[in-house]
Protein backbone atom coordinates (compact mmCIF):
# COMPACT_ATOMS: atom_id res chain seq x y z
CA UNK A 1 0.00 0.00 0.00
CA UNK A 2 1.10 3.56 -0.66
CA UNK A 3 1.78 5.17 2.05
CA UNK A 4 3.20 8.62 4.11
CA UNK A 5 3.33 8.89 7.48
CA UNK A 6 4.05 12.34 9.14
CA UNK A 7 5.55 12.88 12.80
CA UNK A 8 7.27 15.31 14.92
CA UNK A 9 4.54 17.81 15.37
CA UNK A 10 3.81 19.24 18.54
CA UNK A 11 3.99 22.72 21.17
CA UNK A 12 6.33 25.28 20.54
CA UNK A 13 7.11 28.37 22.09
CA UNK A 14 7.44 31.50 19.54
CA UNK A 15 10.75 31.42 18.01
CA UNK A 16 11.55 27.40 18.50
CA UNK A 17 12.74 24.82 16.29
CA UNK A 18 10.74 22.09 15.27
CA UNK A 19 11.71 18.55 12.68
CA UNK A 20 9.18 17.23 10.72
CA UNK A 21 9.53 13.98 9.41
CA UNK A 22 7.71 11.68 6.48
CA UNK A 23 7.89 8.25 6.22
CA UNK A 24 7.40 7.15 2.56
CA UNK A 25 5.97 2.87 1.69
CA UNK A 26 4.87 0.80 -0.72
CA UNK A 27 6.62 3.20 -4.05
CA UNK A 28 9.95 3.85 -5.13
CA UNK A 29 10.37 7.06 -2.70
CA UNK A 30 13.68 7.75 -4.44
CA UNK A 31 11.76 8.55 -7.94
CA UNK A 32 9.34 11.43 -6.83
CA UNK A 33 9.71 15.22 -6.14
CA UNK A 34 8.13 15.30 -2.94
CA UNK A 35 6.25 18.42 -0.85
CA UNK A 36 5.01 19.89 2.22
CA UNK A 37 1.49 21.33 2.06
CA UNK A 38 0.35 22.76 5.79
CA UNK A 39 -3.30 24.45 6.92
CA UNK A 40 -4.03 26.66 9.54
CA UNK A 41 -7.23 25.81 12.03
CA UNK A 42 -10.15 26.12 10.15
CA UNK A 43 -8.11 27.47 6.84
CA UNK A 44 -7.04 26.80 3.58
CA UNK A 45 -4.28 24.45 2.18
CA UNK A 46 -0.90 27.04 1.92
CA UNK A 47 1.98 24.95 -0.35
CA UNK A 48 5.37 25.30 1.72
CA UNK A 49 8.27 23.68 -0.14
CA UNK A 50 9.04 21.27 -2.34
CA UNK A 51 12.39 19.07 -3.39
CA UNK A 52 13.17 16.87 -6.23
CA UNK A 53 13.96 13.27 -6.02
CA UNK A 54 17.71 13.60 -5.81
CA UNK A 55 17.64 17.01 -3.96
CA UNK A 56 19.07 19.09 -6.62
CA UNK A 57 16.51 21.23 -6.92
CA UNK A 58 14.79 22.81 -4.10
CA UNK A 59 12.00 25.83 -3.33
CA UNK A 60 10.06 27.45 -0.80
CA UNK A 61 7.16 29.42 0.13
CA UNK A 62 7.78 33.59 0.54
CA UNK A 63 6.14 32.99 3.68
CA UNK A 64 9.10 30.43 5.25
CA UNK A 65 12.01 31.08 3.03
CA UNK A 66 15.07 31.67 5.30
CA UNK A 67 13.23 29.83 8.12
CA UNK A 68 12.72 26.17 7.11
CA UNK A 69 14.89 23.93 5.45
CA UNK A 70 13.43 20.90 3.77
CA UNK A 71 15.33 17.55 2.76
CA UNK A 72 15.22 14.30 2.01
CA UNK A 73 17.05 10.69 2.58
CA UNK A 74 16.13 8.14 0.48
CA UNK A 75 17.85 5.48 1.50
CA UNK A 76 15.44 6.03 4.62
CA UNK A 77 12.70 6.40 2.27
CA UNK A 78 11.93 9.90 4.94
CA UNK A 79 11.24 13.10 3.96
CA UNK A 80 11.93 15.97 6.62
CA UNK A 81 11.40 19.64 7.21
CA UNK A 82 13.51 21.65 9.80
CA UNK A 83 11.27 24.80 10.96
CA UNK A 84 13.19 27.01 12.55
CA UNK A 85 12.27 30.96 14.18
CA UNK A 86 8.71 29.37 14.75
CA UNK A 87 6.03 31.88 14.68
CA UNK A 88 2.39 31.92 15.56
CA UNK A 89 1.16 32.02 11.91
CA UNK A 90 3.01 28.67 11.21
CA UNK A 91 0.18 26.93 13.39
CA UNK A 92 -1.45 24.61 11.06
CA UNK A 93 -1.11 20.81 10.15
CA UNK A 94 1.63 19.88 7.60
CA UNK A 95 1.05 17.23 4.89
CA UNK A 96 3.59 15.64 3.08
CA UNK A 97 2.27 14.88 -0.70
CA UNK A 98 3.91 13.53 -3.54
CA UNK A 99 4.33 14.91 -6.85
CA UNK A 100 3.58 12.52 -9.26
CA UNK A 101 4.42 14.93 -12.71
CA UNK A 102 7.92 13.42 -13.49
CA UNK A 103 7.02 9.61 -13.06
CA UNK A 104 3.45 9.39 -14.01
CA UNK A 105 2.89 12.51 -15.99
CA UNK A 106 0.25 13.33 -13.81
CA UNK A 107 0.97 17.23 -12.78
CA UNK A 108 -0.62 17.05 -9.39
CA UNK A 109 -0.41 16.05 -5.38
CA UNK A 110 -1.64 12.85 -6.01
CA UNK A 111 -0.88 10.82 -2.36
CA UNK A 112 -0.83 12.80 0.69
CA UNK A 113 -0.08 12.05 4.20
CA UNK A 114 -2.24 12.28 7.40
CA UNK A 115 -0.57 15.13 8.48
CA UNK A 116 0.80 16.28 12.07
CA UNK A 117 0.24 19.37 14.03
CA UNK A 118 2.47 22.12 15.03
CA UNK A 119 1.32 24.25 17.69
CA UNK A 120 3.48 27.79 18.33
CA UNK A 121 2.54 29.22 21.38
CA UNK A 122 3.88 31.05 24.32
CA UNK B 1 1.56 35.18 -4.41
CA UNK B 2 -1.93 35.64 -3.69
CA UNK B 3 -4.41 32.43 -2.79
CA UNK B 4 -7.14 31.35 -5.93
CA UNK B 5 -10.98 32.72 -5.38
CA UNK B 6 -13.37 30.09 -4.68
CA UNK B 7 -17.03 30.79 -3.49
CA UNK B 8 -16.83 30.27 0.39
CA UNK B 9 -19.80 27.59 -0.32
CA UNK B 10 -22.10 25.67 -3.31
CA UNK B 11 -24.75 23.79 -2.05
CA UNK B 12 -27.34 21.25 -4.37
CA UNK B 13 -29.91 18.85 -3.24
CA UNK B 14 -28.89 14.86 -4.71
CA UNK B 15 -28.79 14.30 -8.23
CA UNK B 16 -28.47 17.71 -8.84
CA UNK B 17 -24.94 19.07 -10.72
CA UNK B 18 -22.99 22.00 -8.76
CA UNK B 19 -19.98 23.47 -10.15
CA UNK B 20 -17.26 25.61 -8.42
CA UNK B 21 -15.01 28.52 -9.88
CA UNK B 22 -11.72 29.22 -8.94
CA UNK B 23 -10.23 32.13 -10.01
CA UNK B 24 -6.34 33.06 -10.47
CA UNK B 25 -4.13 35.53 -12.94
CA UNK B 26 -2.36 35.40 -15.38
CA UNK B 27 0.34 34.32 -14.06
CA UNK B 28 -1.00 31.11 -12.59
CA UNK B 29 -4.48 29.58 -13.72
CA UNK B 30 -4.27 31.28 -16.98
CA UNK B 31 -0.71 30.78 -18.19
CA UNK B 32 -0.85 27.10 -17.11
CA UNK B 33 -2.83 23.92 -17.74
CA UNK B 34 -1.56 22.73 -14.48
CA UNK B 35 -4.65 23.25 -12.27
CA UNK B 36 -5.90 20.22 -10.03
CA UNK B 37 -8.96 19.72 -7.60
CA UNK B 38 -8.71 18.29 -4.05
CA UNK B 39 -11.42 16.91 -2.12
CA UNK B 40 -11.21 17.06 1.88
CA UNK B 41 -13.58 15.68 4.65
CA UNK B 42 -13.24 16.68 7.77
CA UNK B 43 -10.12 15.93 10.14
CA UNK B 44 -8.81 13.93 6.61
CA UNK B 45 -5.94 14.80 4.62
CA UNK B 46 -6.98 16.29 0.69
CA UNK B 47 -7.77 13.76 -1.61
CA UNK B 48 -6.90 14.20 -5.25
CA UNK B 49 -9.80 14.12 -7.91
CA UNK B 50 -8.70 16.08 -10.87
CA UNK B 51 -5.38 17.18 -12.03
CA UNK B 52 -4.28 18.97 -15.37
CA UNK B 53 -7.34 20.91 -15.92
CA UNK B 54 -9.29 18.22 -16.53
CA UNK B 55 -8.09 14.76 -16.04
CA UNK B 56 -9.22 12.31 -13.27
CA UNK B 57 -7.17 9.93 -11.24
CA UNK B 58 -7.71 6.27 -11.62
CA UNK B 59 -10.72 5.49 -8.95
CA UNK B 60 -11.82 8.77 -8.78
CA UNK B 61 -15.99 8.35 -10.25
CA UNK B 62 -16.61 9.85 -13.73
CA UNK B 63 -19.26 12.25 -11.90
CA UNK B 64 -16.33 14.88 -10.92
CA UNK B 65 -15.41 16.79 -14.32
CA UNK B 66 -13.02 20.06 -14.70
CA UNK B 67 -12.53 22.70 -16.91
CA UNK B 68 -10.89 25.95 -18.08
CA UNK B 69 -11.50 29.39 -19.39
CA UNK B 70 -9.05 32.29 -18.81
CA UNK B 71 -8.27 32.66 -15.69
CA UNK B 72 -10.80 30.61 -14.40
CA UNK B 73 -11.02 26.71 -13.42
CA UNK B 74 -14.25 24.88 -12.77
CA UNK B 75 -15.00 21.87 -10.81
CA UNK B 76 -18.40 20.54 -11.92
CA UNK B 77 -19.87 17.54 -9.65
CA UNK B 78 -22.84 15.84 -11.46
CA UNK B 79 -25.36 13.50 -9.69
CA UNK B 80 -24.53 14.84 -6.08
CA UNK B 81 -24.91 12.15 -3.76
CA UNK B 82 -24.28 12.46 -0.04
CA UNK B 83 -20.44 11.56 0.40
CA UNK B 84 -19.62 14.28 -1.99
CA UNK B 85 -19.90 16.52 1.04
CA UNK B 86 -16.78 18.00 2.06
CA UNK B 87 -14.49 21.16 1.31
CA UNK B 88 -12.97 21.30 -1.92
CA UNK B 89 -10.28 23.11 -2.86
CA UNK B 90 -8.44 24.41 -6.59
CA UNK B 91 -4.44 24.26 -7.02
CA UNK B 92 -2.65 25.82 -9.43
CA UNK B 93 1.23 26.07 -10.94
CA UNK B 94 2.27 29.60 -10.58
CA UNK B 95 5.91 29.35 -12.11
CA UNK B 96 9.31 29.34 -10.45
CA UNK B 97 8.36 25.54 -9.35
CA UNK B 98 5.47 27.22 -6.97
CA UNK B 99 2.07 26.18 -6.19
CA UNK B 100 -0.83 28.06 -4.90
CA UNK B 101 -3.97 26.90 -3.68
CA UNK B 102 -7.73 28.14 -3.54
CA UNK B 103 -9.62 29.65 -0.75
CA UNK B 104 -11.54 26.58 -0.52
CA UNK B 105 -15.27 25.86 -0.95
CA UNK B 106 -17.68 23.90 1.61
CA UNK B 107 -20.00 21.72 -0.35
CA UNK B 108 -23.22 20.99 1.14
CA UNK B 109 -25.72 18.20 0.10
CA UNK B 110 -29.14 19.53 1.22
Known amino acids: EVQLVESGGGLVKPGGSLRLSCAAS????????MNWVRQAPGKGLEWVSSISSSSSYIYYADSVKGRFTISRDNAKNSLYLQMNSLRAEDTAVYYC???????????????WGQGTMVTVSS | QSALTQPASVSGSPGQSITISCTGTSSDVGSYNLVSWYQQHPGKAPKLMIYEVSKRPSGVSNRFSGSKSGNTASLTISGLQAEDEADYYC??????????FGTGTKVTVL
Open chain 1, 97 to 111: ARDAAMVQGVWAFDI
Open chain 1, 26 to 33: GFTFSSYS
Open chain 2, 91 to 100: CSYAGSSSYV
